[in-house]
Nanobody
Framework: QVQLVESGGGLVQAGGSLRLSCATS????????MGWFRQAPGKEREFAAA????????YYKDSVKGRFTISRDNAKNTLYLQMNVLKPEDTAVYYC????????????????????WGQGTQVTVSS
């Protein structure tokens, strides 16, 4: 299995940027498709972005397209989420998640499609 640890969250003004990282250990990172999810207070955890094992295929929630970029460095066993032009509605705890094998186009947005989760990192965007 793989262990996931997020970092890089913080407080930022609207319009600013943050870069989240997810350091992994355990099994070969390149064997896992990865995703970023987020959970705002009082709301369900929701999909933000996903990336295939090789990094060649990415998916985004509509509201973050053009602002967020998911990437991975399989040599460094690390997943990233570059977040630009942040909005107050992006405020949430952000979680990285992993699933062994491929992403499936019908299920990659589902929390239940990912077996491994980090502890989360808080992102707060002030207006």
């Amino acid at each position: 299995q793989v262990q996931l640890v997020e970092s890089g969250g913080g407080l930022v003004q609207a319009g600013g940027s943050l870069r989240l990282s997810c350091a992994t250990s355990g099994r070969t990172f390149g064997d896992y498709a990865m995703g970023w999810f987020r959970q705002a207070p009082g709301k369900e955890r929701e999909f933000a972005a996903a990336i295939s094992k090789s990094g060649t295929t990415t998916y985004y929630k509509d509201s973050v397209k053009g602002r967020f970029t998911i990437s991975r460095d399989n040599a460094k066993n690390t997943l990233y989420l570059q977040m630009n032009v942040l909005k107050p509605e992006d405020t949430a705890v952000y979680y990285c998640a992993g699933r062994l094998g491929h992403l499936y186009t019908t299920t990659y947005v589902r929390v239940t499609d990912y077996r491994y989760w980090g502890q989360g990192t808080q992102v707060t965007v002030s207006s």
